[in-house]
């Protein structure tokens, strides 16, 4: 069923009310309003990515016609898709943001990060993350997650406390009812702000396709080359993949998340358009991180670990 199919539905029971998407899209709208209202020096983390795509495309409504008075900050691993970079700073030149870059690479320079043995970074992306936060003093710092995503995602709020050290601790939640957020926090500490929490991965596109938002291309089918490891299609590149044993394969593939190269699988698809995925996607029965994430497979409980370590 289409995005326009299912409002047409909705409005017909009942003509006066939202349809699901009006009312996850007015959510956000407030929320971004509330953080605007209640912090000083918040910021958008912004990889380029469909869920931070459409965490900016929010923003922008929820403040038009005058510009986001919040600033962009991508933590760069250093193996990023290329199609998602040039995509990151089109935008960033189309709407006149302020971004801000915290490169993995320049920690592994200085020896305040290490290179892990399996050639992934997405792990090491926390030390540039909190550096950057406190460096900026960003007291709210929007994130793209949402609770359909992972275990541990479900039990964060959508206002969350970080302390001084960037640790998340689940003891720390806050009550959230009516939709009323807590943003009190100690100097120091600073709080993640979940605009998404709410939304699924359908919802996410239903969006995209009911608003005409453009994605990088990797996210619809292309040809690329490709190899298995872990049960997973890795794409080719110069971060470590692939080993002898592993043999590059030419492959119809796109990507339901993006990530770090070296962490993130694409799935065999032949979906070109934006109602070919929303098919797609509905008739699955993984979440997007569950199926092409080895990063949340390196242990039962990996992303709550890095949360309470600091990460998004």
Not at 139 to 145: C, I, R, T
Not at 217 to 246: C, Q
Request: proline share 4%; hydrophobic share 40%; aromatic share 8%.
């Amino acid at each position: 069923m289409t995005t326009a199919t299912h409002s047409l539905i909705e409005a017909q029971e009942n003509p006066y009310a939202l349809s699901h998407l009006d009312a996850l899209e007015a959510e956000s709208v407030h929320i971004f309003r509330e953080v605007a209202g209640e912090f000083e020096r918040p910021v958008i983390l912004f990889s380029g990515g469909k869920d931070s795509i459409v965490m900016l495309h929010l923003a922008l409504k929820a403040f038009a016609p005058a510009p986001v008075p919040f600033a962009l900050l991508h933590v760069d691993t250093g193996h990023n898709f290329p199609e998602v970079i040039d995509y990151r700073d089109r935008v960033v030149a189309e709407h006149n943001l302020r971004l801000h870059v915290a490169h993995v690479q320049d920690f592994i320079d200085d020896g305040r990060l290490r290179e892990r043995p399996d050639g992934t970074r997405n792990p090491l992306q926390t030390v540039p993350l909190l550096d950057a936060i406190e460096t900026n003093r960003f007291d709210a710092v929007f994130g793209g997650g949402r609770r359909d995503e992972e275990k541990a995602r479900a039990k964060e709020r959508v206002f969350s406390l970080r302390d001084e050290f960037g640790a998340w601790d689940p003891r720390r939640q806050r009550p959230e009812l009516w939709s009323l957020y807590n943003g009190r926090h100690a100097v120091g500490e600073h709080v993640r702000v979940f605009p998404l929490s709410n939304w699924t991965e359908l919802d996410v596109w239903q969006y995209i396709e009911r608003e005409k938002i453009e994605l990088p291309g990797i996210y619809y089918a292309h040809e690329r080359d490709v190899f298995a490891r872990n049960g997973m299609w890795l794409t080719a590149g110069d971060w470590g993949g692939p080993k002898e044993s592993e043999n590059v394969e030419r492959r119809l593939v796109r990507y339901r998340t993006v990530g770090d190269m070296s962490c993130t699988g694409a799935v065999d698809s032949d979906a070109v358009t934006i109602a070919d995925v929303i098919t797609e996607i509905a008739a699955s029965r993984l979440t997007e991180r569950g199926a092409t994430r080895a990063d949340d497979k390196m242990s039962e409980a990996a992303m709550e670990d890095r949360k309470r370590e600091g990460y998004f």
